[in-house]
């Protein structure tokens, strides 16, 4: 079995329990994707909620450098390191890439105030790679270090707040505006999994090896890829156009439409009226006529 500092390699009947999981949970996935009939955009909370969450996601974020910290430290202790060595990764710059892709792309959609597309853009880019990471970590927490004299409490020491920030992130695409939840997110994320499950097969090892590398890359741009499908308009066409015809949209993106001082209540309703007026006159030329006839 392939050991690594970060997480050992499943082997065995383990992999292949894994795969057929994944394939599992690939296929709720898509059926709930063919289950949904329109797209779903979440109520909005009110600005007491979004303070709530974002004091909790900063809280989570605390507790995490808190626990990575005495993590760190056992685990030297237990292998009687005096600092922590990583090998190289070469997933990183994939992951930073995709980052500021989204951010780049979210902010130059159409249809919403600048404001709304900076907002939504820095929720989109901190969301995207926990769609990535959280089923990851579940993948991996029981494969880490066992650490002593307590393994199960180090290792919920170190993923409850790291899957606590994932969940808090996650939470806060509700806040965007731009956020809808379509057939297509289902779809993608599916397609994450079974990209997992293949690396499931193949032990679900570290990224130090072409194939585990290839797998990291491929399910890190698909998780990206079902974030951005949550920004997605309801046609491509409306991306740059700035018209958006669904609810939820920014009004003030949208320039009032000027109407004429004169308007009804109608329209056409001023040419009711200049009709009405022409016909008053006639009428009263018709009946000055027949008075001089008589």
Known sequence: ???????????????????????????????????????????????????????????????????????????????????????????????????????????????????????????????????????????????????????????????????GVGITTLALLIVSPMVRLTRATFFTFALMLLVFAVWALDGFGYPSAPAPIALNMVSKVLAFATALTLFWPARLSQWRTGQQTEPGIDQAAVPAQPEPESAGAFPGADAVMATDVVDTAARKETIMMVGQAR
């Open 1 to 163: 079995m392939t050991q690594h500092i970060a997480w050992a390699s499943y082997s065995g009947d383990a992999r292949i329990e894994l795969a057929v999981g994944l394939v599992a949970a690939a296929g709720a996935a898509v059926y709930a994707g063919t289950r949904l009939r329109q797209p779903v955009r979440a109520v909005r909370p009110g600005q007491g909620i979004v303070a709530v969450m974002f004091l909790a996601w900063a809280a989570e974020i605390a507790a995490l450098l808190v626990c990575v910290t005495f993590y760190i430290q056992q685990y030297l202790r237990d292998n009687d390191l005096t600092k922590l060595t990583t090998a190289s990764d070469p997933v990183t710059p994939v992951t930073f890439s995709a980052v500021v892709a989204i951010f780049v792309i979210i902010l130059t959609r159409g249809g919403f105030s600048f404001r709304a597309r900076l907002g939504s853009a820095i929720i989109g880019a901190l969301a995207a790679p926990w769609i990535f990471e959280v089923p990851f970590d579940l993948i991996v927490m029981v494969r880490t270090a066992s650490l002593q004299p307590n393994p199960a409490g180090y290792r919920a020491l170190f993923f409850v707040p790291l899957l």
